[in-house]
């Protein structure tokens, strides 16, 4: 996902491992946005941005930014190595991906939990159900934070790994064996092309209208 973009710099207010890999970068909130939209970030102003899904709350101090390192990218593990007041460049918020307070299902996999978090800390939760696929019990990212308030409304797919709580298996597969999947509601995919891709084949066959699903690619 890389767009020429107008870009600022910003400075790292924190940053945080939370699973292996995987960080959450934190920088004082510079504009308004929509839970869902996504930003530009580099390491220079003048160098190519890479969008990443804001996962913060739309009134929160700051912006968090959930990502997993690529080590055959240059940007993250740039990113990793980043400390308190260091300096990035991001752009302003932009994208159509945003929620709404109406029922609906939120379905990801891996790093694509980010936009729900932001719907999430938004208070966009009335009526939702949050499906999360991983491929261990550690990609269960924001899991303390979901689990509380969505109660039997946040499942966990876990395709390598068992545990409590934890449906064995991908989503995909999930989805399949679920046995009441409303077409009035919407559905919001984001996560790999593959998932997106399977997700909407099944919702499509099991008769959700096409414009009640809304999707995202991660790349």
């Not at 390598?160 to 989805?175: A, N, S």
């Amino acid at each position: 996902m890389k767009r020429k973009l107008d870009l600022k710099k910003v400075k790292v207010s924190r940053q945080r491992e939370i699973a292996p890999g995987v960080f959450v970068l934190s920088f004082p909130r510079p504009w308004d946005f929509t839970a869902g939209q996504v930003i530009g970030i580099s390491g220079h102003e003048t160098a190519e941005a890479r969008l990443y899904s804001i996962a913060s709350g739309e009134l929160d101090d700051e912006v968090d930014i959930l990502y997993n390192i690529n080590p055959e990218g240059k940007l993250t593990p740039w990113m990793a190595q980043l400390n308190t007041a260091d300096t990035i460049w991001v752009s302003e918020p932009f994208g159509s991906f945003t929620g709404s307070g109406e029922a609906g299902w939120w379905i990801a996999s891996g790093t694509g939990i980010a936009p729900f978090s932001a719907m999430f800390r938004t208070g966009l939760t009335a009526g939702k159900k949050l499906l999360h696929g991983g491929r261990d019990l550690k990609s269960f990212y924001f899991s303390e934070m979901f689990g509380p308030e969505l109660g039997e409304n946040y499942v966990r797919c876990c395709s390598r790994e068992q545990g409590q709580d934890i449906y064995h298996g991908r989503l995909t597969q999930y989805l399949t064996e679920h046995p009441d999947l409303p077409p009035s509601e919407k559905y919001y995919l984001c996560g790999s092309a593959e998932m997106v891709v399977d997700v909407r084949d099944i919702l499509i066959s099991r008769g959700i209208p096409f414009d009640h699903i809304i999707s995202e690619i991660y790349f």
